[in-house]
């Protein structure tokens, strides 16, 4: 059972557009965190969100929570290049267990 | 400040033999994890250490796996004997303390059972 869905799993752009990816669960999230992920080198967390309804922004990159805490988007504006890569929406455990729980991912490419 | 390194970054093994990865993570991180990217999967949790104990091995598909953390600081993760389905990519992370603190994850090692 896939806990984290994640959509679209493929996505290809031109340099410049806007584009929105998305992660939904049909369980509350205590936590989320988005990461990203390079070809050849481990996930680097982008941002973590707590409060249903929370909005942060990452310079280009704005990360909005759903006032449920089961869904999340991370909206890109004027993708660049460098914004390739491997978006993992991750489900932080509550209580003692510190494992995360990962959806499969976006797969982002920006083309100049 | 050096992060999280493993080793090796790939390794091409023949099924039913052994194979050890190799984690170091940050220093004066407590806590080390395990997980494993199976193809065309998401990454899964593999085990947690804190310091040299065994916090949650919920994760671990079966007895060839066997982890240790000896003296709380580097790990490794022996898979005895490999098999097919145990290719993927192994990855490691290390945090602070636990609850909602940063992983930070190492590279990766990139097992091949053949």
Known sequence: TQLLEQSPQFLSIQEGENLTVYCNSSSVFSSLQWYRQEPGEGPVLLVTVVTGGEVKKLKRLTFQFGDARKDSSLHITAAQPGDTGLYLCVRHPRGGADGLTFGKGTHLIIQP | ?114
């Open chain 2, 1 to 114: 400040e050096a992060g999280v390194t493993q080793f090796p970054s790939h390794s091409v093994i023949e099924k039913g033999q052994t194979v050890t990865l190799r984690c170091d993570p940050i220093s004066g991180h407590d806590n080390l994890y395990w997980y494993r990217r199976v193809m065309g999967k998401e990454i899964k949790f593999l085990l947690h250490f804190v310091k040299e104990s065994k916090q949650d091995e919920s994760g671990m598909p079966n007895n060839r796996f066997l982890a240790e953390r000896t003296g709380g600081t580097y790990s490794t993760l022996k898979v005895q004997p490999a098999e097919l389905e145990d290719s993927g990519v192994y990855f490691c992370a290390s945090s602070f303390a636990t609850g909602v603190y940063e992983q930070y994850f190492g590279p990766g090692t990139r097992l091949t059972v053949t």
